[in-house]
């Protein structure tokens, strides 16, 4: 999270449940934060931890990520397996944390367990929109929703 992609959300804390229950969140620090902007760190740490997916905040460096030298050196980087996190009208993983963790909760799903998620996901957040949101999603939204999120 941050302009340089550097705090963290560590893991065991309330902003952190959705990566604690489905993808095993390996930013694991000494005080983790109570506040949404997380942990700061280092790349140097995140190198340690080297982690095989990386979920950027909106806003973050994910744009640069792929591009970067220091930032391509981390498997997941290397391994084309770094994504942004949704965000409309709300983060998908918790910013605020909300029902929107329910979009997270399936889309954290897809990219991470493609062979168990069997489910179409445009067809679900489309059904959310619709019953939390009274919003028809169309594609093409939900395309832009999603652009920096799936692959």
Do not use: C
Not at 21 to 32: C, L, R
Not at 40 to 51: F, G, K, T, Y
Not at 74 to 83: D, E, F, G
Not at 135 to 141: A, D, G, I, T, V
């Amino acid at each position: 999270m941050g302009p340089g992609g550097l705090n963290v959300l560590a893991a065991g804390t309330f902003h952190t449940e959705i990566l604690d229950w489905i993808a095993g969140n390996k930013a694991v620090v000494d005080n983790p934060a109570a506040r949404g902007s997380g942990n700061e760190s280092n790349l140097e740490q995140i190198s340690l931890w080297d982690p095989e997916v990386i979920i950027f905040g909106a806003g973050s460096v994910y744009g640069a990520a792929g591009t970067d030298n220091t930032w391509r050196q981390l498997r997941a980087i290397k391994s084309n397996s770094y994504y942004e996190v949704p965000q409309g009208p709300h983060n998908w993983m918790g910013g605020p944390p909300s029902i929107n963790r329910y979009l997270g909760m399936l889309w954290l799903g897809k990219i991470l367990y493609p062979q168990y998620a069997r489910y179409d996901l445009y067809t679900e957040v489309a059904e959310y929109y619709r019953l939390f949101y009274g919003k028809e999603l169309s594609r093409e939204q939900y395309s832009r929703l999603t652009a920096n999120s799936i692959r």
